[in-house]
């Protein structure tokens, strides 16, 4: 009897124990859970850590790549910039030399037809109108090819005494008239025309009557038979 009696005061101690012992399994159970649990939040992070890096590492790359790829753009960009400027400046001393080229030979040629022109200058010319008279008669003697501003003398044949001047313009014309002598023969005569610088022209003008003598009485005589006055000269003729 007194065993039964202590082995029913002793089951309350032993459900308490058995109790006790449960949740002490129970607590151990879910601490490595929790434990279980962390390691696996933990091991998780670290693996989306190691992607994050990876794809930190991957995007630093792809970043680094494309820093090369442009780096190496702008090297070649800049390489055809200077093949460029080097084409435009071989383009720009060609034409440099073309224009050079095409100036100089211009002005060669203009410097030699200038030379041409000052070693072979405009001849001197005269013109008379008109070309046949009568002695004493007047001409028009028109020039060009002249000094400049310069004093003419022209003649008429070698008479001395048939000249007459006049004064070129500025581009070496002159317009004066002379008068041929009343005592010139019929025949063929230069005019002359010569400045001071001994530039020079002549023309040719025919002489093809003595000049005209007017009717001029000389006396008068008084006939008493005749009612008029009759010219002696024209008596005498008759």
Known sequence: MHSEKRSKNHRP?????????????????????????????????????NQTSGSASQQNATSSEATRNATSSAQNAAKEAGNATASAGNALGNATSAAGGIIGGALSNATSSLKKAIGNPLPSTITVAPNSVNAGDIVVAKGSGFSANDTITVTFG?????????????????????????DAKGGSYNITAKDTHGKSATASVEIIALPKTPFAPTSFSYYPSRPSFFHEGLERGS
Do not use: C, E, W, Y
Not at 15 to 35: E, K, P, R, W, Y
Not at 158 to 182: C, E, H, L, Q, Y
């Open 13 to 49: 101690v032993l459900v308490t124990v058995m109790f006790v012992a449960g949740l002490a399994i129970v607590g151990s159970l879910l601490t490595q859970a929790l434990a279980v649990g962390s390691a696996t939040a933990a091991g998780q992070q670290g693996q989306n850590a």
């Open 158 to 182: 070698n008479s001395s005494s048939a000249t007459t001047t006049a004064n070129s313009d500025k581009s070496g014309a002159f317009n004066t008239t002379i008068t041929t002598p009343r």
